[in-house]
Nanobody
Framework: QVQLVESGGGLVQSGGSLRLSCAAS????????TSWYRQAPGKERELVAA???????TYADSVKGRFTISRDNSKNTLYLQMDSLKPEDTAVYYC???????????WGQGTQVTVSS
């Protein structure tokens, strides 16, 4: 069955770094646009970064220059390198895989990232 499993979250001090991973299985990972979203308490889920099938990357303004999204299709894995973390980055981070043709939209269960000041 389809699975997206995030890992790498945790507690880090302001200015620190974390690397999130999302392991995919059960579908053709390389044929999907993949993204990271986050949701902070009391706020709506927001797009953090996305990487297309062709490798084009987009970022939310709030993370530009600090976060880097990448993917390894040979390992069916999506990554998010987060540097210079700030307390406002605290949220549950979700992995997403989606396609437009014969639409599909898959989500992971989320991983908590907490940045202390």
């Amino acid at each position: 069955q389809v699975q997206l499993v995030e890992s790498g979250g945790g507690l880090v001090q302001s200015g620190g770094s974390l690397r999130l991973s999302c392991a995919a299985s059960g579908f053709s990972f390389g044929s999907y646009t993949t993204s990271w979203y986050r949701q902070a308490p009391g706020k709506e889920r927001e797009l953090v970064a996305a990487i297309s099938i062709g490798g084009r990357k987009t970022y939310a303004d709030s993370v530009k220059g600090r976060f880097t999204i990448s993917r390894d299709n040979s390992k069916n894995t999506l990554y998010l390198q987060m540097d210079s973390l700030k307390p406002e980055d605290t949220a549950v981070y979700y992995c997403n895989a989606a396609r437009v043709i014969n639409p599909r939209d898959y989500w992971g269960q989320g991983t908590q990232v907490t940045v202390s000041s």
